[in-house]
T-cell receptor, first 115, second 114 residues
Framework: GNSVTQMEGPVTLSEEAFLTINCTYTATGYPSLFWYVQYPGEGLQLLLKATKADDKGSNKGFEATYRKETTSFHLEKGSVQVSDSAVYFCALSGDMNSGYSTLTFGKGTMLLVSP | DAGVTQSPTHLIKTRGQQVTLRCSPKSGHDTVSWYQQALGQGPQFIFQYYEEEERQRGNFPDRFSGHQFPNYSSELNVNALLLGDSALYLC?????????????FGNGTRLTVT
């Protein structure tokens, strides 16, 4: 079945540092890949997505590239801010048979950014 | 434009009781999915409803059931509550069978079973 593996947190960085959160996946077919962010006490918000191999998703300075050859979708940001502190989830969709909106999530990676 | 709304925000129940959680999808969306998020874990798919029928189901027992109404809103019911059912329950809406239609999540209902 489908699965997602993320690096364990917390990831602790100083403001303006470079961020990488690793995500690898196992899937059948050709899933779409997503990064969601969860702030304390809130639900999940879509951060970015990529729907096919070599696509780069980007939003708010974050970006991730769909690498089919390495089954990876690593999240990066060149300069983090304190307001980026949150839990980040990598996820993959099902396919036409299992349902595109049936997501499989990783366990999440907490990011803590200090001033 | 209202997003996904869930009620109640918090709930405390006793083992063996039954609970009903409610969800209104984002305007224009026709599909509702429910996820369970245990503390410190990623969300786990429970089931999905479209056209008032369950389309997909994750690995959850029959104690978990749901319903979708003609206005696309949905309920999640859990019977015979166990301590292990304590979690954040997230509702998400989307457009059916659209690979480019990402899920929009509500803020969740925090269920505590004592």
């Amino acid at each position: 079945g489908n699965s997602v593996t993320q690096m364990e947190g917390p990831v602790t960085l100083s403001e303006e540092a470079f961020l990488t959160i690793n995500c690898t996946y196992t899937a059948t077919g050709y899933p779409s890949l997503f990064w969601y962010v969860q702030y304390p006490g809130e639900g999940l918000q879509l951060l970015l997505k990529a729907t096919k191999a070599d696509d780069k998703g980007s939003n708010k300075g974050f970006e991730a590239t769909y690498r089919k050859e390495t089954t990876s979708f690593h999240l990066e940001k060149g300069s983090v801010q304190v307001s980026d502190s949150a839990v980040y989830f990598c996820a993959l969709s099902g396919d036409m048979n299992s349902g595109y909106s049936t997501l499989t999530f990783g366990k999440g990676t907490m990011l803590l950014v200090s001033p | 434009d209202a997003g996904v709304t869930q009620s109640p925000t918090h709930l405390i129940k006793t083992r063996g009781q039954q609970v009903t959680l409610r969800c209104s999808p984002k305007s224009g969306h026709d599909t509702v999915s429910w996820y369970q998020q245990a503390l410190g874990q990623g969300p786990q798919f429970i089931f999905q409803y479209y056209e008032e029928e369950e389309r997909q189901r994750g690995n959850f027992p029959d104690r978990f059931s749901g319903h979708q109404f003609p206005n696309y809103s949905s309920e999640l019911n859990v019977n015979a509550l166990l301590l292990g059912d304590s979690a954040l329950y997230l509702c998400a809406s989307s457009l059916v069978d659209r690979a480019d239609s990402p899920l929009h999540f509500g803020n969740g209902t925090r269920l505590t079973v004592t």
